[in-house]
């Protein structure tokens, strides 16, 4: 079976025919030439209706295919001109290409597939192409699933910023966390009340009257746009920022107890203890276990934040509203009277969202970020 017919029987490309393909030596490469049906009119770049033809370049243009055993591939072919009452004379349009890009539109679906999985560079070096024409291939099926993109009812979201580059850059992502559907829907510069607006303006009224819950952070500008934009959603604030917050106090004031130790002359028994306290006691490896128990003996700030953050874990085990609330109260009365500053701050702040938190059992704790931080 020749060359041409597999690819008629695989990859058929209405309105052209496959040529005999060639092996070109000095690049390695196979080259498959690619012709116009006798009496097929070309389609315009601009209207995307056929047009009578004008000129074809005597220049063939090459279009990266998917690659045969390890070689690469290239669909060649010279491009004609079309006569187009609406936009004049332009280059016309052909199915296997799209626009300037020299790669084929299957040739992109293979990269940004692979992009999912390995890193750009290792994709291109795998399947020996350049950086750029991954990104290409990842912005091309981007912008193609946005524009065929269903979003139907959404019954919840998810709202996160990650940190990318030197400084303070952000990214908003909101994500879908439907029982059974969770997908990102959007992606905004910065972690700004104008540009989570911009989600909202996206999505349209309609859709956002249908949202029962949001899960965020303590993020003001998140706060005040959920409130102002989705006024009749529970707005869930997520237990993975609430513990880390709790985490984040435990491990300052782990490091100050430390340098003051260190400073005073005393034994350094906090040296290497980070995540001793900071993991769950079912992670820890069988040294810290031991350094743990060691721990535990001394009378020390670090180790009274540990039971403080040990015992915070025990909210997450409750399903009524009413009795969460009674532990969440019990603990922030407890942690005040620690006097320990950063355990004293997180209590405060607690205090301050405390119907917030509350959500997540009213919700009846079925609706988490924990896929976005995934």
Request: hydrophobic residues 40%.
């Amino acid at each position: 079976m020749r060359l041409p017919r597999i690819l008629n029987q695989c990859h058929p490309i209405p309105g052209f025919v496959y040529g005999r393909a060639s092996f070109a030596e000095r690049e390695q490469a196979i080259l498959i030439p690619v012709r116009p049906r006798k009496r097929s009119m070309a389609i315009c770049s601009g209207c995307h209706q056929p047009t009578p033809g004008y000129d074809q370049s005597p220049t063939p243009r090459r279009f990266e295919f998917i690659g045969f055993w390890g070689y690469l591939v290239f669909l060649v072919y010279c491009m004609r001109r079309v006569n187009c009452r609406q936009c004049g004379v332009v280059v016309e349009e052909v199915p296997w290409g799209m626009g300037k890009h020299s790669s084929t539109k299957v040739h992109m679906h293979l990269l940004a597939h692979w992009a999912r999985k390995l890193s750009w560079k290792e994709t291109a070096e795998e399947f020996r192409t350049s950086w750029d024409k991954v990104h290409d291939a990842v912005a091309y099926l981007v912008a193609w699933g946005l524009e065929h993109r269903v979003l139907g009812v959404i019954r919840a979201i998810g709202v996160d910023e990650i940190q990318y580059g030197k400084g303070h850059k952000y990214l908003t992502l909101v994500y879908q966390i439907d029982m059974g559907c969770t997908r990102l829907l959007w992606i905004g510069k910065e972690r700004t009340v104008k540009t989570f607006r911009e989600f909202f303006a996206m999505i349209g009224p309609e859709v956002s009257a249908k949202i029962e819950f949001v899960c965020s952070d303590m993020w003001k500008p998140y706060l005040g746009v959920i409130r102002e934009k989705c006024s009749q959603a529970l707005n869930i604030l997520d237990r993975f920022h609430i513990v880390a917050k709790v985490n984040k106090a435990l491990d300052d004031i782990r490091a100050a107890e430390a340098r003051r130790m260190k400073g005073d002359g005393y034994e350094p028994i906090l040296t290497k203890s980070r995540w001793c306290l900071l993991k769950r006691p079912a992670n820890l490896t069988a040294n810290q276990k031991v350094k743990l128990k060691d721990l535990v003996r001394y009378n020390l700030q670090s180790v009274r934040a540990y039971l403080l953050k040990e015992d915070f874990q025990q909210l997450w085990n409750y399903e009524s509203t009413a009795w969460a609330a009674k532990f969440l109260d019990q603990w922030c009365c407890q942690v005040m009277r620690s006097r320990i500053e950063p355990m004293k701050k997180v209590a405060r702040t607690l205090r301050a969202h405390r119907e917030l938190i509350l959500n997540y059992f009213r919700a009846r704790k079925e609706f988490s970020s924990g896929v976005i931080e995934v």
